[in-house]
């Protein structure tokens, strides 16, 4: 026995260790008082540099300690589900409006009080029952390589599954969230007939089985494997200013086209936030929230991460800006949540892998 | 029942290592089992939708990567630890060591250096393109890329396993083969093999277990496996009960995988007999033969460890900057002391199950200590939501308070239940060895089965308890699934630190932590090579 026991006392003594940590930051959490606590939990998916920074300045300004347990949205929305009236979260961010329709519709949010902060966000981008807002956008588009395609023949999302693209389109999985939620606009803008046979035109048009991320899918434009890639916008800004000497070349040779400009819109996706039901810090909650959407954070999100800023009195950033103006789906971003489970199985019904 | 034999059933329930062990075994399963509970509503929409569209691509593809992983971890794997064993020349000792060595670089991690390197500005086309002006695309984001990644960072498993039951092995069988005429080759197939059947197989067990429960990696990819499904289904879908059929089907593989191997090791007993055993006179090999001894064996290296590490360096040159300070000192911290707490409780339970098995020959102490093991082949991020729900119903009804939820203590269980086959097999292996006569010499000494295990085991499988507590330790620090969903706020480790640049497509940062763990594996494997030594002597 006696030689297990250093072990067990070094093994528990670590263990202590790391309970005590956590046992301050508990006992700070349980004052329940609500208007005078100094924390507030986060579950996010985004974790950014740009987020880190934001969040230290606004520990810096406020006072608030900010504790942040970052997963996949859909990890996340998950342990919400099974902590119910248990969770320490006070806010949830996600990078998808899906996912925030979703975390609405389990009951796990409650809707954002401050009117004057919500006021700073177009209807179109946030919750209608005000459940969540977003605090960033981009769009779905099109790349394609400057030297080689005129972007005359690009028209629509839909135009994507007629047989002409055949062997031409570059588009990552359909277990991505940003292909997901584009597969739940078409239902929501076209019915969901026309979006399953949009569906398959896609697959049948694809340059290759889909791989890799957004970036991957750039630079198999450059390398010749296909004529159009779908993305979002950021990611062009982030490799034209990439650290990779390799892929600012590439991202200089890109150029992006809005689709379904003469119709309903270019499909538009969301970084947002909602304050979750159970929260213990509503108030801390509502502060961050004012302190992501206001005007300097706005245009550091713009300026650094190449998003386009919610806060409509934002400017957008140079390299953004000259992308160009584009006319943004109005379907309602609130709607996704409803048909993006439908739209995930259909392109698992599809191939869409 | 006649009196005898209900003392005797009696002596066996009320044996203290059988009672911890069942204990020790109920916790372990508690979380597991709390998951399949959820089955009750019985809806089957989900289920059939997939089993229509989605089954048989998850199992071809978990089967095609099993089978050929397995197959050429093995090649891979003997072969180097045969030369190792049986020849001398230059730089051996430095290939012994390296050959370990990509087993500190996590899968998911080596997906993300080989597709960077293989990808339209990665150093392979980008030379083409820039200096000799051709443009090439390769592509390594498929089926066969997750194999070759998984043959050349997993092959160690077989390697370590099988040396060190080379190492142990009677020299005397080597040399009746040589003495009734057999050439090398020969006896490496005909005696060698036959006998070496059982560590070549634990280690591809443990192989294919790593592989059909890996989450990372074919997902990078975008292959499909019963894995990625799980996680789909699960909480993308949002269909517990979908994903629980799936997890019971990948379940029953593995049983299967087990089954089989617990069959052809069913034979075997050679134990040695005497605590001294005569080491191998390695041959000395000429030059020529030399060159080729090192080549042979620097293709594994070079391919599982040199050209990442050569990548990964030079992203660290673009990202650097970002990363001085004291945070990151804490993150480092993080992955070091949960990994020790996590390595030394799962090596000490599988000590105690894996002794209460040997000690009895019944069917329960056999059930547990294989039902126990089962973790391994469940995706963490399975295990890390079992052990949730399990938790946070500890709490409530039996606290009314927070007690375990949101503590690193959850974290710790969930790396016990996921890791403790690796330990147990390193440790039953250690028992292997030694056979039951020494215990059975001390217990007719006088000695009880306590002090025994203490004064007589323990000692005798020294080795392999520290060889359970490195791997194990490996195992931990390169998690990933897991740990994101069960960590406490603000809890970071270097393989969270990693994903979360991967995920937000900044691969280039993931490259400092991503050393700076695979320095953590080295040292550690280095730090286990120089016990191996020692115990040699």
Redesign the interface.
């Known amino acids: ?4 026991i250093p ?2 006392v ?2 528990a003594g ?2 202590t ?3 005590k940590n ?1 046992e301050e ?2 006992v700070s959490s349980e004052t329940k008082t609500p208007k005078a606590t100094k924390e507030l ?1 986060i579950y996010t998916q985004r ?3 740009i987020d880190k920074e934001l969040i230290a300045e606004f520990e810096k300004e406020t006072g608030v300690t900010v ?6 949205a ?2 996340l ?3 919400l589900e ?2 119910g009236k ?1 969770t ?1 979260a006070d806010l949830f961010i996600t990078t998808d409006a899906a996912r925030l329709g ?1 975390a609405k519709d389990l009951d796990l949010l409650q809707p954002i009080k401050d009117k004057e902060v919500l006021d700073l966000v177009p209807a179109n981008i946030r919750d209608k029952d005000n459940y969540w807002t977003s605090f960033t956008y981009r769009a779905r588009i099109f790349a394609y390589n400057k030297a080689k395609t005129d972007p005359s023949v690009f028209s629509t999302y839909e135009d994507l599954a007629d047989p002409k693209w055949k062997g031409k389109i570059l588009v ?2 359909s ?1 991505n969230s940003y292909n ?1 939620a584009l597969i739940a606009s078409m239902i929501a803008a076209n019915g969901e007939e026309s979006a399953r046979k949009w569906i398959r035109g896609l697959v049948a048009n694809m340059a ?9 899918q750039s ?2 434009v ?4 296909g004529e159009v890639a779908i993305i979002n916008t950021y ?1 062009l800004g ?1 490799m034209i200013h990439s ?2 000497p ?2 600012r ?2 991202g200089e040779q890109l150029a992006i086209f809005f689709p379904n400009q003469d119709g309903r819109g270019t499909h538009i996706n969301v970084s947002g936030m909602g304050i979750t039901k159970y929260s213990k810090n509503i108030i801390n909650a509502e502060k961050f929230i004012k302190f992501y959407l206001n005007e300097k954070s706005q245009s550091r999100f713009t300026n650094e991460n190449y998003e386009y800023p919610s806060n409509k009195n934002v400017a957008v950033n140079g390299t953004v800006k000259s992308w160009g103006d584009f006319k943004i789906d109005d379907l309602t971003l609130s709607e996704l949540g409803k048909n993006f ?1 439908k739209g ?2 259909m392109a ?2 599809e191939g869409w ?1 | 029942m006649n009196l005898r034999s209900l003392k005797r059933n009696l002596n066996i329930n009320l044996d203290s290592w059988l009672f911890i062990s069942i204990i020790l075994s109920f916790f372990l399963l508690a979380p597991i089992v709390t998951l399949f509970t959820s089955l009750a509503s019985q809806n089957i929409d ?1 289920f059939i ?2 089993s ?3 089954l048989p691509e998850y199992i071809k593809n978990s089967f095609l990567i099993a089978l050929f992983t397995g197959l050429f971890t093995m090649v891979i794997g003997v072969s180097t630890a045969w030369i190792l064993t049986m020849y001398e020349f230059k730089f051996s000792k430095i290939i012994n060591v390296g050959l370990i060595l990509p087993l500190a670089i996590p899968t998911y991690i080596a997906g993300y250096v080989y ?1 960077g390197i293989f ?3 990665g150093i392979i ?2 030379t083409a393109r820039n200096i000799f002006g051709y ?1 090439l ?1 390769l ?1 390594v ?2 089926i066969y890329g997750v194999i070759f990644i998984f043959t050349f960072f997993l092959y160690p498993y077989v390697f370590i396993i099988t040396r060190s039951f080379f190492a142990k092995q009677s020299l005397s069988m080597l040399e009746s083969a040589k003495v009734l005429g057999k050439s090398d080759t020969q006896t490496f197939f005909f005696v060698v093999l036959p006998l070496a059947r059982t560590a070549i197989t634990g280690g591809i067990t443990l192989v294919i277990m790593e592989v059909l429960s890996a989450f990372g990696l074919p ?1 990078y ?2 292959v ?1 496996t019963f894995s ?1 499904g799980i996680f ?1 289904t ?5 269909d517990t009960d979908a994903a629980i059929n799936l997890a019971i089907i990948l379940m029953g593989l593995v049983f299967t995988i087990i089954f089989i191997e617990k069959k052809s090791r069913g034979r075997r007993n050679y134990s040695f007999s005497n605590t001294k055993i005569r080491p191998i006179n390695k041959k000395q090999l000429s030059n020529k033969h030399s060159v080729i001894a090192i080549i042979f064996c620097m293709v594994p290296i070079l391919f599982g460890f040199i050209i990442p590490l050569m990548q990964l360096i030079s992203w660290t040159f ?2 650097y900057k ?1 990363f001085i300070n004291y945070k990151f000192i804490k993150v480092i911290w993080n992955t070091f ?2 990994a ?2 996590g390595a ?2 799962t090596t ?1 339970i599988a000590v105690i199950i894996s002794n209460t098995s040997r000690l009895k020959k019944g069917k329960i102490s056999k059930i547990l200590s294989k039902l126990t093991t089962i973790g391994y082949s469940i995706p963490g ?1 399975v295990i890390a ?1 079992g052990v ?2 399990f938790f ?1 119903f500890v ?2 009804k039996i606290f009314k308070q ?1 007690v375990f ?5 959850l974290m ?1 269980f969930a790396y016990i239940i996921r890791y403790l086959a690796v330990a147990y097999n390193s440790v039953e292996s250690g028992f292997d060895k030694i056979g039951m006569k020494f215990n059975e010499a001390s217990r007719t000494l006088g000695y009880g089965k ?1 002090k025994t295990f ?1 004064k007589v085991d ?1 000692p005798m499988i020294k080795g392999s308890v520290i060889g359970a507590m490195i791997l194990t330790f490996l195992e931990i620090i390169k998690e990933l699934p897991l740990t ?2 069960l ?4 809890f970071q480790t270097l393989s ?1 630190y990693s994903k ?1 640049y991967v ?4 691969v ?2 993931s490259a400092i932590p991503s050393i700076v763990l695979i320095l953590i594996g080295i040292i550690i494997i280095v730090f286990f090579e120089t016990i191996n030594k020692k115990k040699e002597k």
Not at chain 1, 1 to 4: E, G, P, T, V
Not at chain 2, 234 to 238: A, N, S, V
Not at chain 2, 503 to 506: A, L, S
């Open positions: 026995m006696k030689k297990i072990f067990i070094l093994s670590l263990l260790g790391c309970f956590k930051v508990k939990n974790n950014y540099d504790n942040v347990s970052k997963a996949g859909d990890e929305l998950k342990k099974i902590e248990d320490p979703r990552r999985s277990t997901q290759r089985s889909p791989k890799g991320n957004d970036r991957d630079k198999a450059i390398a010749g494997i990611y982030k650290a990779d390799e892929e070349k590439v489970r995930t199985i698992d019904e892998k | 989900t939708h997939i229509k569209t989605l597709s990808s339209y500005t086309s980008r443009n695309n592509d984001m498929n997902s990819f975008g499909q990625t789909r699960w909480l993308t879908l949002g673009m990202t970002d002391s949960i020790i707490a030394i409780l000490i991020a939501i949730m729900t946070i709490d409530r927070k939820y949101g503590t690193l203590f710790v306590t203490f323990i994101l969903i960590r406490p706020f603000n969270t979360q995920d937000d497509e900044m280039q940062h």
